[in-house]
């Protein structure tokens, strides 16, 4: 029996939302899901090496004011940063990470060894459609 498949596209750079598609993609690796996340714009800048990993340093693009308290609760509940949710999903399942070729443009990225080691290519946005139609779950984040 085939695998089901989720097409994640991820536009935000804000940590709440980043956190939640973390606890997404973990949560359909470990139900064994083909995953395919296209990373768009904002969210191609947390993929530029050396950023995303500085969690402290991302921004909440709906209640700054609520940052603070967000990541003192995750520290508090011992939840991982986001991008480990994304790598333990990669080794847990199939999970490709694709950045959109004109959003790492925009962020001084045009070849995949700018961005984290996480990110598999750089691919336009025709690929994106494609996979979302041909999933059985896709998502904007």
């Known amino acids: 029996m085939e695998n089901k498949k989720m097409t994640l596209g991820l536009f935000s750079g804000s940590i709440d939302r980043l956190t939640a598609a973390g606890v997404l993609v973990s ?3 470990a139900d064994d899901m083909d995953i395919e996340i296209y990373v768009l714009m904002q969210g191609a800048r947390v993929f530029l090496k050396g950023v995303g990993d500085k969690q ?3 921004g909440m693009s709906e209640y700054p004011e ?3 308290e967000f990541l003192g609760s995750l520290k508090k509940l011992n939840v991982m940063p986001w991008m480990d949710f994304f790598r333990a999903s990669k ?3 199939n999970v490709k990470i694709y950045v ?3 959003a790492g443009k925009v962020w001084g990225g045009e070849e995949v060894e700018d ?3 996480l990110v598999d290519d750089i691919v336009g946005i025709g690929e994106c459609l494609t996979s979302m139609e041909e999933s059985d ?5």
């Open 91 to 93: 080794e847990l399942a």
């Open 56 to 58: 402290e340093d991302l």
């Open 100 to 102: 959109c070729g004109l």
């Open 137 to 141: 779950i896709h998502l904007f984040i």
């Open 27 to 29: 949560g359909a690796a």
């Open 66 to 68: 609520l940052k603070d």
């Open 115 to 117: 961005f984290d080691e």
